[in-house]
Antibody, heavy 118, light 110 residues
Framework: QVQLQESGPGLVKPSETLSLICGVS?????????WGWIRQPPGKGLEWIGS???????YYNPSLKSRVTMSVNTATNQFSLKLISVTAADTAVYFC???????????WGQGALVTVSS | NFMLTQPPSVSASPGKTVTISCTRS????????VQWYQQRPGSAPTTVIY?????PSGVPDRFSGSIDSSSNSASLTISGLKTEDEGDYYC?????????FGGGTKLTVL
């Protein structure tokens, strides 16, 4: 059974960098598929942030592209998200998920709340 | 990029049938698969329909998906409604290498 788990600071100061890691178990990242990040501001809908392949190839939401970096660590079977210059508008629950061929997400992590506040 | 528009809310009584629509603003609905996710409060989304009309194992056949090229929209139909079906439902599709989610529909089972 594929399982994903987000980890990282729950509080980030404005203008700083949000960093999250997603640990994957039950499936090797190098076996294929993309790996994505999706966020959900409190009380709002889902927003795709981007997806990364084990080779390092990335696809980002055009609205966030200038601030996002995603990468993969095949040795630890993890992938990560960095979002720079955060503001209160970046406060959200951040989910990691397996992205099946840039078509849909079939396995999701439980989500991690990140609050941007001084 | 394109948008996916869903009604903010729908409601129906237990045992009834409800349909949630998802309209694509540009690009053919038939050219890119549509997925549907259910999200209960405080939980991560789970897939109830993928690739327009496919149900993952474990999802009851009360859930079905379809697309309508004439209205450029997709629909999720839930029959024999149960109180456990309450939650938010999101459609999702893509265009090349960009994913887009609909705004979500809150389903209330009265």
């Amino acid at each position: 059974q594929v399982q994903l788990q987000e980890s990282g600071p729950g509080l980030v100061k404005p203008s700083e960098t949000l960093s999250l890691i997603c640990g994957v178990s039950g499936y090797s990242i190098t076996s294929g598929y993309y790996w994505g990040w999706i966020r959900q501001p409190p009380g709002k809908g889902l927003e795709w942030i981007g997806s990364v392949y084990h080779s390092g190839s990335t696809y980002y939401n055009p609205s966030l592209k200038s601030r996002v970096t995603m990468s993969v660590n095949t040795a630890t079977n993890q992938f990560s998200l960095k979002l720079i210059s955060v503001t209160a508008a970046d406060t959200a629950v951040y989910f990691c998920a397996r992205d099946k061929n840039i078509r849909f997400f079939d396995y999701w992590g439980q989500g991690a709340l990140v609050t941007v506040s001084s | 990029n394109f948008m996916l528009t869903q009604p903010p809310s729908v409601s129906a009584s237990p045992g009834k049938t409800v349909t949630i629509s998802c309209t694509r603003s540009s690009g053919s609905i038939a050219s890119y698969f549509v997925q549907w996710y259910q999200q209960r409060p405080g939980s991560a989304p789970t897939t109830v329909i993928y690739e327009d009309n496919q149900r993952p194992s474990g999802v009851p056949d009360r859930f079905s998906g379809s697309i309508d090229s004439s209205s450029n929209s997709a629909s999720l139909t839930i029959s024999g409604l149960k109180t456990e079906d309450e939650g938010d439902y999101y459609c999702q599709s893509y265009d090349g290498s960009v994913h887009v989610f609909g705004g979500g529909t809150k389903l209330t089972v009265l």
